[in-house]
């Protein structure tokens, strides 16, 4: 498998990783740990060197069982997770001061069974600390050997700014995909000023893109899509235009829709390294599956036209969510 350098950061990884959360958090029940395990091994067997959990996705359990998954192959993969919330807790508000960091630190390095996070990015933004005071203390814990490199996950310019003046940021995560293309406007192009890699999480649209959805689709109680406006009845019947749109190429080009959708988001950036997260065997291979799927740009271009005659419908947080986007 091919690789990709997140900015100008020296951090190589595969040019799609694992997003763990999935597995332990957010849509229903966990995963059985073995099977969990399991299907990390597989990633990592079929090319993927790129891991991202998070205290929050349990609390903890997440970073324990890719801990114990990845322990055989230790130095051969990049493990991201992140700090930024009370109590590992997402509905418990952000905390991101500075002994609470150190405190994450190292309790993630425990979980993990590792001696250093190779991605530690910062969860959220914590208006009541000061980004200099943030990026100060991963600095200090990149330089005690902890950290190996500093991130920021839905950081908006003027954060990203901030930290990058204090400590080289690595990389940004946020959500990106043909079903959410805000970072387009701002943010892709400070990261490409700055050098700085861009993790797009929810690559498939939270599941819309891989065109298994539809007008009637209901979500489990446990399942957070449920909340998610952009996931009541009526907005996604608005949007099925854009999954028409995907499944189109698809076709096309002999592929899954969920492969089109990865393959779009390769295209945009050849800094851009995407997280889709699975269950399933067979979906980690579809998604891997997007790697041979090529665009051109005849592709590309009529593809972007298309998009800018689609107006998509419904908040992609709910409100109670959307308070911890501080920017």
């Not at 994450?104 to 914590?126: E, K, S, W």
């Not at 109680?221 to 499944?247: E, H, I």
């Amino acid at each position: 498998m091919q690789t990709r350098i997140l900015g100008k950061s020296g951090l190589e990884v595969s040019p799609l990783g694992l997003g763990c959360m999935g597995l332990s958090y957010g849509y229903g029940p966990a995963t059985d740990r073995r099977e969990a395990v399991t299907l990390i091994r597989a990633a990592f067997e079929r090319g993927v060197t790129f891991f991202d959990t998070a205290e929050a996705y349990g609390p903890g359990i997440n970073e324990a069982v890719v801990g114990e998954a990845l322990a055989p192959v230790r130095d051969q993969v990049v493990i991201a997770t992140k700090f930024g919330f009370k109590n590992g807790v997402p509905t418990d508000g952000v905390d991101s001061r500075p002994d609470r960091i150190r405190q994450v630190a190292d309790a993630a390095l425990a979980r993990l069974g590792t001696d250093r996070i190779d991605l530690f990015y910062q969860h959220r933004v914590d208006p009541a600390v000061p980004m200099e005071d943030v990026a100060g203390t991963v600095k200090d814990l990149i330089q005690a050997g902890k950290v190996k490199h500093f991130g920021l996950s839905e950081a908006g310019a003027s954060s990203i700014r901030a930290a990058h003046a204090v400590t080289p940021v690595a990389a940004v995560q946020s959500e990106y995909s043909m079903f959410w293309r805000e970072p387009e406007a701002e943010i892709l192009p400070l990261l490409e000023e700055l050098g700085i890699g861009f993790v797009p999480f929810s690559p498939l649209g939270k599941g819309f893109l891989t065109g298994k959805l539809d007008a009637q689709t209901t979500f489990a109680a446990d399942d957070f899509r449920s909340t998610v406006p952009r996931f009541a009845p009526a907005a996604l019947k608005a949007n099925m235009a854009l999954v028409d749109l995907v499944g189109s190429i698809a076709a096309e080009k002999g592929a899954t829709p969920a492969q089109v959708a990865l393959a779009w988001l390769l295209a945009q950036r050849p800094w851009i390294v995407p997280i889709p997260g699975t269950t399933r065997l067979d979906r980690l291979e579809e998604n891997l599956g997007g790697l041979d799927v090529a665009l051109t740009d005849a592709d590309l271009a009529r593809i972007a036209v298309s998009l800018g005659g689609i107006t998509l419908q419904g908040e992609r947080y709910a409100a109670s969510h959307q308070r911890l986007i501080n920017r």
